[in-house]
């Protein structure tokens, strides 16, 4: 079970200033909160260098001063870009659970340069996907190194946070990297089988006096954006000048009504190409901030590999008339997301998205709707309600596209220690002229503990489950995929943990007399050694029947024919070197059977990091496929060279470079940003896209400046 520990948060009346020194005299009177535990290589002692952490409050702002021993100012800062990835640096990351639910939080961190990151945790902090960094929110924090150590304080607005007025108690957990020790530490002592940011794992803070209703802003972020572009394909302009924005009220003290009209995404991340070997769609993440806050609220319900009933990246894009997906303008949406009170989430979402009769795409309403609420300590029960409703009278859409509804109930379960987690749900559709066959139901349920990680799990999905607004590899199928990992923890030598795992997959059709179409035994080693490095092995043994044509190397040759089946043997290699370094690298050799060939693969990146200004990173992949004819034989590559300089702390300059000769398809993607005020922005971003297969020659080609700037009313 975790520790009972708690810290005092004192109430001051004398302001304080944000410069790291943390000299005031209410400082004096805050007792730390420190004993923190080493999380890594061992979670059986109290860590060698310890953090000492300060809070205090008004009526405003919640004040955090803490102090981080280290053995020397060696430390590892890879920029000055803001939301930085903890892994492979030094920082310290506070997270607060405002309703003390076990299952959301709120996460503020800083390095030694003074660099600020938050976050959103969901589900409990069981997964990697429930961390959401593109959350962003205005608070004020700076640091400053001293001989052996390093202050960071901060100042964030109780109005960034949802909370009940009158509450005296948060709960709240700690985590910090220290790469010249070679320690990560927490305040709560965590079992390495555990995420180190698991909600499941957290201490008190308690107020000195109740906290009352914090002041709720309106936040206006309006944005022009001019934009010049060329489709040389279809020889078509593509200028234009657009203007349009977002709001943000908060109801109460807990929900947040996000408001977006004419919304414009061309400041995102381009999303990185991939290589494509299976005969399914690649899920890629969301990055558009519309769709971030209170994600999970939506967006974690059934399966997320392959029966997700709400995938929010459908909105914004549709398919034309020669089936390929294109951008498809949103004119409007709304969202009301958050707690009614400590037991009971809400959440609401409704996107209007315009026709385009030339490609015959029809005007549709876009609704969700989901409600949770928490059961025992960290379980919930949820339900679900999307709804994809075509509002034109558009003569090229059917009645069977007229609508899809998909009706849901989820049961997540989590234990107070999260020893055992899993998730239990059963989804409906409903399509005009389908009236069988249309469901979707799922189990999971896994076992944690310090030597083992035993997972029972399995789904069923019907023929005729439609989610025009989810993420749906394959129908018609019943899945078994259990997992059993043994984890070892040798007293000595170089090796900090040892994982063996088998992790069988099984398909069958149940409409086919249940037909076994599929399986892959996975068998694998991993080694996760006390420099941070790590190195595995894994074997697959692999069946597939094809009921259809498929031709494995994606490049238009000779397909293998249907209703064939195969079964073949590979290997796989992977090796992570120690990201503290100046140059870290992953490499991973992939050899063995392909269908009737043979596969030959190899993975890598490199990264060269010339702190803190300039990171260099190449990712690589190419796949030799060599099949008997008249199959495909097939060289594939994939290369992304990524280049980010960031001048200062709201200057930054990031170009990503991205080859498939599977997509036969060149790209530029250059972004250059300027924080000018607190979440305020003018972008200046080049997109260079070129086709490849026959001549080098351009495809699209774009320039826009844009300008954001963030309001509180």
Known sequence: MAQQKQVVVKYINTPITIDASLDESPWDTAIPATNFWEYFPTDTIQAKHQTEIRMLFDDQNLYVGIKVNAIGNDYVVPSLRRDFRAGGSDNVTLMFDTFADGNNAFLFGSNPEGVRREALVSGGGKELRGFTTSWDTKWEGTSKQYDGYYITEWAIPLSAFKYRAGETRWRFNCYQFDTQGNERNTWINIPQNQFIFNLAYMGDMIFEKPLGSPRSPISIIPYINAFAGKDYQEDEDLSDFGVGGDARLTIGNSLNLDLTLNPDFSQVEVDQQVTNLTRFEINLPERRQFFIENSDLFADFGNAQDANPFFSRRIGIAKDTSDTTIQNDIIAGVRLSGKLNNNFRVGLLSVQTTADKDNEIGANNNTVLALQHKLFSRSNISFLFVNRQNTGDEDF????????????????????????????????????????????????????????????????????????????????????????????????????RHTFSFSPEFIWRPNLDMQNTDYNLQTSWNAELKNTSNFSVRMFNRYVFLFDGFDPSRSDGTPLPANSDYRWTSFQLQYRSDQRKVLSYEISPTAGQFFNGELYGLRGNVNLRLQPHFNLALQARYDYISLPKPFATANLWLLGPRIDVTFNKSVFWATFIQYSSQSDNFSINSRLQWRFAPLSDLFLVYNDNYFTDTVFAPRVRSINLKLTYWLYL
């Open 397 to 496: 859409i059917s009645s069977a596209e007229s609508y899809n509804r998909v009706v849901g109930l989820d049961y997540n379960l989590a234990s107070a220690d999260n020893t055992w987690f899993g998730k239990f749900y059963a989804h409906k559709s409903f399509t005009p002229e389908v009236s069988q066959d249309d469901y979707s139901a799922g189990a999971s349920l896994q076992y944690n503990s310090n030597s083992w990680r035993i997972r029972g799990s399995g789904l069923i999905i019907g023929e005729n489950f439609n989610s025009d607004l989810g993420f749906i590899r394959r129908k018609d199928i019943l899945k078994i995929d259990p997992r059993i990992d043994r984890l070892l923890f040798p007293k000595n030598g170089v090796i900090n």
